[in-house]
């Protein structure tokens, strides 16, 4: 069995990864769980895997494939693996889960 994983225990972990804007916290088999928290800009690139978002606090614009659309916490989204997403006009408090699936076959 895994330590609890709460948004405070994410927190914590993250505040001792040495600037990060993220920090993982389950691998099981295809499946990677992460806490995201970027600050003012998301660098990401493409992923090799398909993402799924759960918003947990904040704001943000998520922009995919040139297409924008607002997000809040409750919010979940999907990024297919390869294309192109980040978040925009982030919040402070911003933090979402992200859950990467690479696919079994």
């Known amino acids: 069995m895994h330590d609890r994983i709460t948004p405070q225990t994410a927190v914590a972990k993250l505040a001792t ?16 769980l992460e806490y995201y928290a970027p600050q003012e800009v998301d660098p990401q690139q493409p992923h090799t895997r398909d993402e799924v978002y759960f918003i947990v606090a904040g704001r943000a614009t ?10 809040s916490p409750g919010e979940v989204l999907l990024a297919p693996c390869g294309v192109p997403h980040r978040f925009e006009q982030i919040s402070v408090d911003f933090a979402t889960w992200a859950i990467f699936v690479t696919s079994g076959g």
């Open 17 to 32: 990864a040495g600037g990060q804007r993220w920090v993982t916290l389950l691998k099981h088999g295809n499946i990677e």
């Open 62 to 71: 998520f922009v995919m494939n040139g297409e924008r659309r607002e997000v």
